[in-house]
């Protein structure tokens, strides 16, 4: 078994990138929402992500269509599933630059979280 040397600062901003994505899945997913409080709910999601270390910006996106099929005609909302989000994530740590996602993927009909493009800036 070989020993990693050293880690990177890539290496840093790829793990960053994984612990934001999944912390926001798993902290919003069950969330009440509903077509009134949908765009609330998108702005307080990223604004918790965003205050945290390495995040440049995110943007947060909620299907309304799903909402509007989801929506409990009873009570009038319904709850944030992983499949309603579509979420872009750049983190920053030191010179290495991460784009990283949150999207529902319907081939495999789960919200997949992928990097999308890693570059270093000098």
Request: include cysteine; proline fraction near 2%.
């Amino acid at each position: 078994m070989s020993t990693i040397k050293s880690i990177t600062e890539r290496d840093n901003a790829l793990f960053e990138a994984g612990i934001k994505l999944g912390a926001l899945y798993h902290q919003f997913t069950g969330s009440p929402v509903n077509l009134k409080t949908v765009e609330s709910l998108e702005k307080a999601i990223a604004q918790s992500i965003s205050v945290q270390p390495f995040v440049e910006n995110i943007t947060v996106m909620i299907d309304r269509e799903m909402i509007r099929t989801r929506l409990n005609s009873e009570f009038g909302y319904c709850e944030l599933e992983g499949r309603m989000l579509d979420v872009l994530l750049n983190m920053k740590y030191g010179n290495a630059m991460v784009k990283a996602s949150l999207r529902f993927n319907r081939e495999l009909d789960y919200p997949l979280m992928r990097i999308e493009e890693i570059s270093d800036i000098a």
